[in-house]
C-alpha cells in the first residue's frame, strides 16, 4: 500500500512541476520571441473575391471557400514571422507571397486560381480553397505588408480517404513541424 502512494505522489509532483514549465516556457517565448501579426479577415474576404473572379474570368468551375483552415492558418502566420514559406504544406496546389496590397491580383494568386479543379496525375478534384492573409509583425499600420496564402483541397471525403485509408495517414500532419510555437493554435 505505501508503494502505490508513493508512486501517486510522484505522478502528482510530477505533473504540477510539468505543468508550471509548460506555463513558464510559452511565457519566455510569448516575451522573448516576436510576436505574430494579426489575422485581417477582410484582407481574406477581398482575396477570396478576386480568386472566385479569376476563375470565373477563366471559365473555372465554381469551387467552395473554407472559411477556416487551420493548417493554412497557422502557415501563414508562420511565414509573417518568419518570412520563409515551410518546408510542408498540406496540399500541392497553394500559393504564398508577400505583398503591400492584398486587394490586387498577384501572379501567385492567379496560378493557384487558374487550376483546374482536378489534379493531373490522379483526376481527384479539388472542390474547395482556403485564404488567409497576415500581417507582418514590423509592418507600419500606413504602410502594412502582408503575407497571403491561397491553398486548393479536395472534396472533404476525398481528403478523409486520403489522409485515413492511403499512405498520406504516415505524413498528413507534417505540416505542424513548420509551424511556430506562437502561431500554433492561432
Not at 477581398?46 to 468551375?61: G, H, N, Y
Not at 487550376?115 to 493531373?120: A, G, I, Q, R
Request: net charge neutral.
Amino acid at each position: 500500500m505505501g508503494n502505490r502512494t508513493e508512486i501517486l505522489l510522484f505522478f502528482i509532483v510530477l505533473t504540477t512541476s510539468l505543468s508550471a514549465g509548460q506555463a513558464l516556457f510559452a511565457n519566455k517565448v510569448a516575451t522573448a520571441g516576436q510576436l505574430p501579426g494579426e489575422r485581417d479577415k477582410n484582407k481574406e474576404d477581398q482575396v477570396a473575391k478576386l480568386f472566385e473572379t479569376i476563375r470565373s474570368d477563366l471559365k473555372r468551375p465554381k469551387i467552395t471557400r473554407l472559411e477556416h483552415r487551420d493548417s493554412l492558418e497557422q502557415t501563414v502566420c508562420t511565414i509573417a514571422l518568419t518570412g520563409t514559406p515551410p518546408k510542408y504544406t498540406s496540399t500541392d496546389i497553394s500559393g504564398f507571397y508577400k505583398t503591400e496590397q492584398p486587394e490586387s491580383i498577384s501572379a501567385e494568386l492567379k496560378k493557384v486560381a487558374s487550376w483546374s479543379t482536378f489534379h493531373p496525375k490522379s483526376n481527384r478534384g479539388f472542390t474547395r480553397y482556403s485564404v488567409a492573409v497576415w500581417r507582418v509583425p514590423d509592418s507600419r499600420p500606413e504602410e502594412a505588408t502582408y503575407w497571403v496564402g491561397v491553398q486548393l483541397y479536395e472534396s472533404a471525403v476525398g481528403e478523409f480517404i486520403d489522409d485515413y485509408f492511403t499512405d498520406d495517414i504516415m505524413y498528413h500532419n507534417d505540416w505542424k513541424k513548420s509551424v511556430a510555437p506562437q502561431c500554433r493554435g492561432k
